[in-house]
C-alpha cells in the first residue's frame, strides 16, 4: 500500500501554517497580524491569510468543507459575520461552528481553522 505524502507549509518547530493530504487541506488557526483592528477588521485580515494559503495549496474558499471560529467574545458575532458574509464564497457557504474561547493572545478577537478540498 503506498501512503500519499504529506505536504507541510510554513513548518515550524512546533506547528506549520497548512498540511495537505489526500486533496484536503487543513489550516492552523488563522489569527490577524495586526491585533489593534476592530472585529471586523480583524476578521478580514485572517479571511485574506485564508485565501492565501489556500491558493499556495491550489485551493480557494470555494472548496471550504468546514470553518470552526473562535471569538474572544461572543459580542461581536454580528461584526466578525459582516465580514464573513461579504467574503464567503456564493453558493458554497461551508458547515461552520462559532463559539467563544479565550484565545492565546489578548489583542486577538478571532481565530478561524479551514478544512478544504484541494
Known amino acids: 500500500?503506498?501512503?500519499?505524502?504529506?505536504?507541510?507549509?510554513?513548518?515550524?518547530?512546533?506547528?506549520?501554517?497548512?498540511?495537505v493530504h489526500n486533496g484536503v487541506a487543513y489550516l492552523a488557526g488563522q489569527v490577524a497580524a495586526d491585533g489593534?483592528?476592530?472585529?471586523?477588521?480583524?476578521t478580514a485580515q485572517v479571511l485574506k491569510a485564508i485565501d492565501d494559503l489556500l491558493a499556495r495549496a491550489g485551493?480557494?474558499?470555494?472548496?471550504?468543507?468546514r470553518a470552526q471560529i473562535f471569538l474572544a467574545n461572543v459580542a461581536d458575532f454580528p461584526g466578525m459575520n459582516a465580514a464573513w458574509d461579504a467574503w464567503v464564497s456564493a453558493g458554497n457557504p461551508p458547515a461552520r461552528a462559532t463559539v467563544e474561547a479565550k484565545l492565546a493572545r489578548?489583542?486577538?478577537?478571532?481565530?478561524?481553522?479551514?478544512t478544504a478540498a484541494v
Open 106 to 114: 489578548p489583542e486577538w478577537k478571532v481565530e478561524i481553522v479551514i
Open 36 to 42: 489593534s483592528q476592530d472585529i471586523t477588521g480583524q
Open 1 to 19: 500500500m503506498t501512503t500519499a505524502a504529506i505536504q507541510r507549509f510554513d513548518a515550524g518547530a512546533r506547528m506549520c501554517e497548512m498540511s
Open 59 to 65: 485551493s480557494d474558499k470555494s472548496k471550504i468543507l
